[in-house]
């Protein structure tokens, strides 16, 4: 087939079937067209220009492209790849940066047609772009930026000192925009196979005949696996080892995301086509979906252990007397969703054989030591002989700290001595992943006459799935923040995570907090509603302060700001008709008795460059840039001089990227490490110490357990604190969200907006239209299309509102951002829409309101529709 690329002719052979995507990237090599959900078409990420318009090439039959002219990114005028380039790191309208080349192309377009459009028009246009990390507020201001810049208006400065509290541009923010920064997916290496996976058909049966012939046979297939061949410990996990890589004959499986078989092949295509030829006889079992029915006497046991994988306890003071003597009992049961974190960039994993036997992986994982450890012990290798390089994530919010399929891409790497590629689907990362944990929370709330709270009980039980992933630690966080920013004297808790065949529950934003924030801040306004007062009189009149007691047990330091946050949005609260006001906690670092550390090595270069290396990934949160931002505040260095890597050939390991801690540890191990090197600089310059490398490290060994028996519980070493209000319109429909959060010090004003805009979004969604709908063990919203995402028309603006409460325990003060973002917004969204209907809500998400329709167009017509 012929057809034009960027002004030149090709000529391509084309397989049968073929998407234009696939020949884009594997016949031309086109890496900026990423593939975030082929061949659904709905991410946008795979954007391109065929004759000018903008179309999504995965959901293009190939042949669409003969005699065609396609451009992309690389065929885009310097000029103007420079212009676009310089509008995004100006907005900071990257961050993953995965769907950003998309973003771009369709950007492009519109400008063609549009040279000056409004911001609604923006927002229109990109309706078939999916951002999952900004919110589209900065995206849409990049696109305006370039329109007039386009008209002759200069650009804004972009600021490049590197300065603590500067607008400093993202750490490669130019390669995120134009797609010249690869992913995983994106690399290739000699003699290259490509994996594909077997998934189990259903959520519970044990397996009577698993034959691969047919799939051994399928032309160009190199190697077919299964349980047998597994060569070290199949059986994995990051906290319980309780999750097989391979099931095998007589064994029964857990989930339909469970792997049965994997193979290699010469081409992707070839792979999956033998993937599916693996015959596989089942006795089909019923499968345990809920997690009530699984704590019963009899109930099928998921596990050899039981189905309850975990119990955490908060007991103080004396609830009983509380609520016996209190004038205002209130009880009430909430519940929320599965949420699907939707990623853009899908699993993947490249595997590279080593001449002594050993191993180099490239990972997007969250913790690429995690990764390391439970890849060598898959292999039956000294983790010595294997190497984990970590690779730019396309986003993970909580997702990608499960070993996913570096394992199996090993596995195959090792048995065939080549390289091997394994990139799931959508659909597949949609079925394998971990969920957002559903909970149900029974709270009773207890009050005086003035509105203060006496006494708190509640009762929360997890769905965590097939495995345990990290499920007792959300269940414990859900436990420990089950207070909220609250001092409550008399506490009883327990919260329960458990097993089932549903999809397995880990990680994802929030981890625990917001689920538990949902129904705590609904119980705060019903509260309110009967003593009389307003949501904003009785937050406050509860609010903590330093030297409070917190819900656990621990008293609290310096840098409690939730006063603070409260006061920054009184009167915005006060004056709008229809609001609602939420506020939250959450914990930075892991805590609960877990020793923690920071760590880091700074290396002088002999041409006067500095190598960061550090221990955290990179999935657009910004950790990078504040690091570098660290470096070059404490060596008065401009971020031109720094390189950022992550690897493990430096022993830096400290855990999985989350619990909001890589800026407060990374951040205090690189400002250790800098100071050690400006000691030596005294007269010297950077080249002077070329090779010598300064190790940085911050140290945590104080916190307590959840529950422990001990006279002073410190269960986290810091906290961050948000109040948020959301304001609806005459009509009902989302208005503005105001978002006041203390940050302990502000280390760069673009990032931290950009993280606030991106999970206020999410939170919305979680709020009012998404959920990850699972029937008898099998999901049933399978395509980012049913998850039913906030489009950019449906998003709101954003007021950031920050406070600098410093945190001791934090790099010049600061606090973690990344997941409280979205804590307080459910409760927030529930009292807007309380009063704006007058109906309490207690379950997510409320998809049925005026303001989920008006934000989720569709969600109206499937209501009008019956």
Known sequence: MDFTLNGESVSVEVRAGASALEVLRESCGVTSVKDGCAPEGSCGACTVLIDGKAVVSCAQQATRLAGREVTTQEGLAEDDRALWADSFVAAGASQCGFCSPGILMKAESLLAKTPEPTRDQVNRALAGNLCRCTGYVKIVDAVLLAGAAKQGRPLPAIDRTGRVGSRTARYQGRELALGDKPYVNDMSAPELLHAAVRFSDHPRATIVRLDTTAAKAHPGVVAVLTSDDVPGERIQGEITQDWLQLYGVGETTRYVGDVLAIVAAETRAAAREAAALVEVDYEVLGPVVDPFAALEDGAPQVHASGNLLSLSEVKRGDPDAAFAAAPHVLTETFSTQYIEHAFLEPESSLAVPTGDGGLHFYTQGQGIWSDRRQVASVLGLSQEKVRATLVTSGGGFGAKEDLNVQGHAAMLAMHTHRPVKLTLSRAESIRFHVKRHPLTMTYTVAGDTEGNLVGLRARIVGDTGAYASVGDKVLERAAGHAC??????????????????????????????????????????????????????????????TGDIFGTG???????????????????????????????????????????????????????????????????????????????????????????????????????????????????????????????????????LAGREFYGEMKVDWTTQVGAKVDNPVTHMAYGWATQVVILDAEGHLEKVIAAHDVGKVINPTLLEGQVEGAVHMGLGHSLSEEFVVSNGVPVTTTLKSLNIIPPTGMPPVECIFVEEHQPEGPYGAKGIGEIGLVPTAGAVAGALYAFEGTRRTRLPMKDSVAAMAAVPKLGARGRSG
């Not at 705590?520 to 307003?534: H, K, N, P, T, W």
């Not at 390189?643 to 619990?659: P, W």
């Open 554 to 688: 621990q008293k609290l330091g310096p840098g409690v700001g939730i006063k603070k946050t409260l006061l920054a949005v009184r009167d915005a609260y006060k004056s709008a008709r229809y609001a609602g006001i939420g506020s939250a906690v959450k914990n930075s670092g892991v805590g609960n008795g877990l020793t923690e550390y920071g760590r880091a090595i700074l290396r002088p270069e002999a041409d006067g460059s500095l190598t960061i290396y550090h221990s955290w990934t990179e999935m657009g949160q910004g950790v990078n840039t504040v690091l570098m931002q660290m470096a070059c505040e404490e060596l008065g260095i401009t971020p031109d001089k720094v390189t950022v890597l992550v690897d493990s050939e430096r022993d830096l390991g400290t855990g999985q990227t989350t619990a909001s801690r890589a800026t407060v540890l990374g951040g205090q191990a690189v400002i250790d490490a800098a100071r050690k090197l400006r000691a030596e600089l005294t007269g010297s310059r950077l080249e002077d």
């Open 484 to 545: 909220g920013p609250y001092k409550i004297p008399n506490v009883d808790i327990e919260a329960r995570a458990v097993y089932t065949n549903n999809p397995p529950c880990g990680a994802m934003r929030g981890f625990g907090a917001n689920q538990t924030n949902f129904a705590l801040e609904g119980m705060m306004d019903r509260l309110a509603e009967q003593v009389g007062i307003d949501g904003w009189d009785i937050r406050y009149r509860n609010a903590v302060e």
